[in-house]
């Protein structure tokens, strides 16, 4: 992450808070929406902690950093004269966050829709890539990081399926090779129930 980006992503999550903490003292907001301004403004100060201390960013993070960078996405008259810097953080944002095939088929498709020329063939070539992508309708999104730790919740304590080869001679085993790791689960998105027993990991 290079120095405007950090600078940005402080900026936006400091001017958002600014906002939340102004609009506290506003009496007319109603107990559940102060709760929430709270909750908000404690996660963009942890997200900036973070970047402070050149920590990974997790897929939530940047998804809250995308949201308070809007605004001045929007700002085409530059008014608050952040926004070249918004359409930079923006870039960055696509760059970082990944998508999974759902989304990529999304964002395609959206991209055709502009043109009102685009050919029905083109729909059907991505409709067919789609199926291929998509063996029985099931959409593997991905889940974790490069560090590997879940892009929900930063944990890295996973399960997986690891499909072995075993080869027979006879009714004997007489070799296995270890093979590839499929249904790989963050265990505290997805298995809440058993991740206080791994959670010292994640603490290490
Ligand atoms: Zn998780």
Redesign the pocket.
Known sequence: MNEEIKQQIIFVLDDDNEVMTAALRNSDLDQENKQLNRELIKKHEAIIAKVEKGELLVKMDLNLIRDANEIHLNDKANIQEHHPQAVALNDWLDRMTEFGKEEAVKILEQYLDRDSHTPTKVYRALHILWEEATPNDVVAEPSFDEEDK?L????KVSFADATDTIVFVGDEIVKRHVGDITNRN?V??TYPDQYPEYEHFDKE
């Open positions: 879940c929900e919740c930063g944990s963050c505290r998105c």
